[in-house]
DNA sequence: GGTTTTTGTATGATGTATAAGTACATTAAA
DNA sequence: TTTAATGTACTTATACATCATACAAAAACC
């Protein structure tokens, strides 16, 4: 039993496999998985993160489709070496929105604005 | 014809009544619209966004939910005084990894990290 | 005071998205 | 050559999102 490298815990209210896309993302675009390393096969991280096979499979498909992952059959999900893309306009359009609307949700839940400064510091510093 | 302060444009793979939620949110947190003042009619904010009014109630429903708003039949939605709840120890649990989690989505869209830096710094500074 | 109009609400229909069940295809390993 | 491990394809059940339509309340108007 490998440690738990995908700490995946679902949470309501967001399809489980783009949470668990995003999840994914995440790990590789910190450079946790390295290109060459394999991703476990589907029905194992779907038994650790209590779905169908079938949904982490989606899960996959999603990063293959965004270059981070080839998959091949009995041969399971290969981190690829990836260029990323020149960014989109609207992406880059929308990215301040977007931002403020996330931290926006977690002011109205009450969490204290030093602690998402904090956050949104360190996260920035951490780039 | 009011200027735009509610400029809320869709984009595909999140429910608009969320979308619609979100984007009132981040205006109510950032106080551009103060308690006493009211939000459009459900129909007239449905016409400028393009979807049915319904939808837009839902919207507004949510935010009713979480105490940003009032809502009464023929006085449409009042904004209300909010008192920030005590944060949630999920949402504090959660939160630094979510943050990341969005982070990651633009980074592998292409954003270069200068840029993300420069507008979570932005945002942490505005706080 | 009655009527009209403007608002949010409730209910139901319909299409789409999500997740699971099951069978299949491929290929590495034995 | 067989077997087992893996991703894929197809189908079905259910939940969700959106809209259409009818309703209810209350303000405005006469």
Chains 1, 2 share one sequence.
Do not use: C, K
């Not at 949470?11 to 995003?22: C, V």
């Not at 270059?67 to 359009?93: F, I, K, Q, S």
């Amino acid at each position: 039993m490998s440690a738990p490298l995908l700490r995946i815990d679902l949470r309501p209210g967001t399809p489980a496999y783009r949470q668990i896309a995003d999840t994914l993302r995440a790990v590789l675009v910190a450079g946790s998985l390295r290109p060459g390393e394999h991703l476990p096969p589907v029905r194992q991280l779907a038994l650790e993160v209590g779905v169908h096979f079938n949904t982490v499979a989606e899960a996959y498909r999603i990063l293959a489709a965004e270059g981070w992952l080839a998959l091949r059959r009995r041969r399971g999900a290969l981190v690829l070496a990836r260029r990323p893309p020149e960014a989109a306009v609207d992406v880059a359009e929308t990215f301040p929105r977007r931002l403020r609307e996330v931290v926006a949700e977690w002011r109205a839940a009450g969490m204290p604005q030093a602690v998402i400064a904090r956050e949104l510091r360190s996260v920035a510093d951490g780039l």
